[in-house]
């Protein structure tokens, strides 16, 4: 430890340095702006923008930054890459020697420190290296069968500026290896296991200290168009997936200058996931939605809960059928009022009760020109015929009602020049279209709809019903009008996240008008004849203004797509998520063992529509690190209920604890505080209380008090994350709650990193030792 203290120092006092270097940067760019001329603002600007930079990110990197170190044999060549590190792979030929008695001995040549971001000293040698260069590959890929150049990789625990510990994993233990003179210490029981030993805490803990060769070859995969990962639970997806994030910017921060785009399944693994990238020195390129998050002004609420069947129906590829219909049948509803009443000015219109307008009327050539309801209807369903989205269609049926009043109207005959009758045209279309009245019609004939009007008006059952026909049945429809009911006539209101996907429908179903921009000219602009000369100060006002004001829209294209928990998706999001990477590359990862969908082959399809022809590489992992093996063992029994034929991911480690259980009395309320007081006297970390999605509301009155410690989240929220103990509450509860219910099960019983306790209820049939039926062995 004091030899990793003093080299922590040292590091920290050249950051200290760094850090002034930056602030000095910055006073001298200030100084330079005091010039006044165009030129010296720009210099500043450039100046000040590079060492603002720089200083951000020695600042967010400042804590906690250093975690690893590896020791190695000379290698084959003496050649050294940009980060100061040697490159060579394999050691040299002659790095092991071996004496008379067959022991073979070796001198460490290179230490490596690895951290969050590099840094060299004075003379450009490095102090710690990027966990992302491909010096520091060797400290995750390196494992006894094949250790390359790597004696031993230590693990460092660190806060602040202070080494709390050090554990070492020794790859060569057949070579008596020496460093500087002296015998190569090897402290603790393996930097593996130190690094899953830790407390879990609410925010999910980076693993770059422990990613193990399986995964590190995920995240250095070359970035090719899919890459799909397959792993069961504890085998590291998430943070995998943000470190392949991380790693893909640092590689090539040019490409994926687009943005990356991360999505997970649920609010609660984006609150626990979205410290790591900043911790990884990444920060502001990508971007962690949940996918009731992804569409722009809608956000899913708790309040916005599906039931399992009504969710089923809305996530089923069936769904755009229906949105189809119902995107061109709100055209039908009642437009907005402001059309004139007939006989009034030269263009009028009747409405009947709840409709759009049925009649328009106008003078013309001296004389009144009317269009009745037939002629009206045929003017729509030859716009409808069109491909474009709804919206984008409006000018199509802007011109079919000139075309139709120019006809009725006798337009044609009155003139046998044709250029005098193309002349005569184009002034009536001029002098109709910009009419008051006719514009207030078409408003209201052909309104612009929103994706939130058409998704309440979905509502209504009967209408639901028409648009519906030979999709859904009666029993699917009455399900989905009543879970929208919770919407207002304008369609706000809480939203569930199998709403905003239909919301992402509608609104490629439906389109933006396109609106042209306007350019604020400054009026000094004009008479200085500069189109544009700002200041930093000047564009962050800007920037800050424009991020005050309501956004029309926001980036729905991405270079790169990560897809966690991706067996959770239903085909409806699958679709949504596929629109924001239409010429992205794409990281997928998931456990269909895990799925909560209750029709994978048909989200398999969705999934394969999305990604298109692109081609694949498929990777798998196959060591569970969460899960102690006795944990393990319990819940590869639903594992085998639930998928049969299916091998579980396999355990590393075992705490010689076996899994409790107990059986809830007549208080369940009372017996659910009561475990979870036990579980949070046994760990030191947090403990999860996990019931079905049903129960989550009572969950939280019966923890109520216990403290911070303790999370209450129903089945389906438990994906993904991680407790030190998880309580598992009435297990048949889960099972039953829908077709997917032994695999959310499965997920249930696989979050606990120390312990685990399973609470019985009424329904579990309990034996004699407590264990339900559905976890006891066959």
Not at 74 to 85: L, M
Not at 155 to 179: M, N, Q, Y
Not at 696 to 707: F, K, N
Request: with cysteine; proline share 6%; aromatic share 4%.
């Amino acid at each position: 430890m004091r030899i990793e203290q003093e080299h922590l120092n040292r590091v920290y006092r050249r950051l200290e340095e760094k850090i002034d270097e930056a602030e000095f940067l910055m006073r001298d760019a200030v100084k330079r702006g005091q010039v006044g001329t165009p030129g010296a603002l720009a210099e500043r600007d450039a100046q000040v923008f590079r060492a603002g930079l720089h200083l951000n990110r020695l600042n967010s990197e400042f804590e906690d930054f250093l975690f690893g170190r590896i020791d190695l044999l000379r290698g084959k060549d003496g050649k050294r890459g940009p980060d100061g590190a040697y490159t060579s792979v394999e050691p040299a030929d002659d790095a092991v020697r071996t004496d008379e008695s067959g022991g073979a001995h070796g001198e460490i040549a290179e230490t490596l420190h690895i951290g969050r971001i590099g840094v060299l000293d004075s003379d450009y040698a490095p102090l710690v290296i990027d966990w992302r260069a491909p010096a520091a590959a060797p400290f995750y890929r390196s494992t006894p069968v094949a250790p390359g150049r790597v004696v031993r990789r230590r693990v460092i625990r660190s806060k602040g500026r202070r080494v709390l510990g050090v554990e070492d994993d020794l790859l060569r233990p057949d070579l008596t290896a020496t460093l500087d003179g002296g015998a190569l210490p090897v402290v603790g029981d393996g930097a593996l296991m130190a690094a899953l030993g830790r407390a879990r805490g609410h925010r999910m803990r980076d693993i770059v200290a422990s990613i193990q060769a399986e995964q590190d070859l995920v995240i250095r995969a070359p970035a090719a168009s899919v890459i799909e990962v397959e792993g069961g639970p504890g085998t590291g997806k998430t943070a995998v997936a943000l470190h392949r994030a991380a790693y893909l910017l640092y590689q090539d921060r040019r490409r994926y200058a687009g943005g990356i785009l991360v999505v997970s399944p649920t609010p609660l693994l984006v609150a626990y996931t979205e410290g790591v990238l900043p911790s990884l020195g990444e920060e502001g390129q990508v971007a962690i939605r949940a996918l009731g998050s992804l569409v722009d002004g809608a956000e899913a609420s708790g309040e916005g809960y599906d039931t399992p069947e009504a969710a089923r129906v809305k996530g089923s590829s069936r769904m755009p059928r229906v949105l189809r219909k119902a995107a061109r049948g709100a055209l039908e509803l009642s437009g907005p009022a402001g059309t004139g009443p007939a006989g009034t000015g030269r263009a009028g219109s009747g409405r009947p009760v709840g409709g759009p307008p049925d009649r328009l009327r106008i003078v013309v050539f001296g004389g009144r020109v009317e269009l009745d309801a037939d002629e009206l209807r045929q003017a729509r369903q030859a716009a409808l015929a069109g491909t474009a989205p709804v919206n984008l269609l409006r000018p199509r049926a802007r011109r079919l009602l000139l075309d139709a009043l120019w006809a009725k109207a006798g337009g044609e005959r009155r003139y046998a020049d044709p250029e005098l009758a193309a002349e005569a045209r184009q002034g009536f279309d001029e002098d109709v279209a910009t009419e008051p009245d006719f514009t207030a019609f078409l408003d209201a004939w052909w309104p612009e709809l929103t994706p939130r009007a058409v998704l309440a008006a979905m509502a209504d059952e009967r209408r639901l019903a028409r648009w519906s026909r030979r999709v859904l049945n009666p029993r699917e429809v009455r399900l989905v009008a009543r879970s929208l009911r919770r919407l207002g006539p304008d369609g706000q209101g809480p939203l569930s996240v199998h709403d905003v996907a239909l919301l992402d429908e509608l609104q490629a179903l439906l389109g933006t008008p396109v609106r042209p921009r306007r350019r604020e000219v400054d009026p000094l602009d004009q008479l200085t004849g500069l189109d544009e000369l700002t200041t930093t100060a000047d564009r962050y006002a800007a920037a800050a203004a424009r991020r005050a004001e309501p956004r029309e829209e926001t980036r729905t294209e991405y270079a790169h797509v990560i897809v966690d928990e991706a067996q959770d998706l239903t085909p409806m999001q699958w679709r949504m998520v596929g629109r924001r990477g239409r010429s992205a590359t794409w990281t997928i990862v998931g456990d269909p063992a895990q799925s909560s969908w209750s029709d994978p082959e048909e989200a398999a399809a969705a999934r394969d529509e999305a990604l298109r022809s692109r081609p694949r590489r498929r990777f798998a992992l196959t060591v569970n690190y969460r899960n102690p093996a006795e944990i393990a063992r319990l819940a590869s029994r639903v594992l085998a209920l639930a998928m049969p034929g299916t091998r579980p991911p396999e355990a590393v480690r075992s705490t010689g604890v076996e899994p409790r259980f107990a059986v809830a009395g007549g208080d369940l309320a009372q017996c659910v505080r009561g475990e979870a007081r036990r579980l949070l006297a046994e760990v030191d970390g947090t403990v999860g209380v996990v019931v079905a999605m049903g129960r989550r509301e009572e969950a939280r009155r019966w923890v109520s008090g216990l403290g911070p410690r303790v999370v209450p989240l129903g089945s389906l929220e438990a994906k993904g994350l991680e407790y030190d103990a998880t309580l598992v509450v009435s297990p048949a509860e889960i099972a039953d709650e829908s077709p997917a219910g032994l695999r959310v099960l499965y997920v249930a019983l696989t979050r606990a990193t120390q312990r685990l306790t399973v609470l019985s209820g009424e329904r579990d049939e309990p034996d004699g030792d407590g264990v339900p039926d559905l976890l006891r062995e066959d």
